[in-house]
C-alpha cells in the first residue's frame, strides 16, 4: 500500500500488523484501538489522525508526520519521543 491516500479513513480496530505503509497518507484517520504491529510507516503522514489505544509496538516511524495526532493511550515504539 505504498503511498496509498487513506485521508479521514475510519480503520479503528483494523489489524495491520506486519504492513508496510510507507509514505501513506494518514491525515486525520481513525485508527482507535488498530494494531499497528511492526508497521513499516516511514515518510507516513499520520497528521491529526486519532492512534487513541493504537498498538505501534515495533512500528518503524522515520520520518513520519505526527503533528496534531491523539497518541492517548497509544502504546508507542521503544524510544519513540513525542
Known amino acids: 500500500m ?17 504492513a508496510s505503509l510507507v509514505r501513506v497518507n494518514l491525515t486525520g484517520a481513525c485508527l482507535a484501538k488498530a494494531s499497528l504491529v511492526r508497521v513499516n510507516l516511514t515518510g507516513a503522514c499520520l497528521a491529526k489522525a486519532g492512534l487513541v489505544r493504537a498498538n ?4 518503524n516511524l522515520t520520518g513520519a508526520n505526527l503533528a496534531g495526532a491523539n497518541l492517548t493511550r497509544a502504546i508507542l515504539p521503544k524510544g519513540f519521543k513525542r
Open 2 to 18: 505504498a503511498e496509498a491516500s487513506l485521508v479521514r479513513a475510519n480503520l479503528t480496530g483494523a489489524c495491520l500488523a506486519n
Open 56 to 59: 505501534l509496538t515495533g512500528a
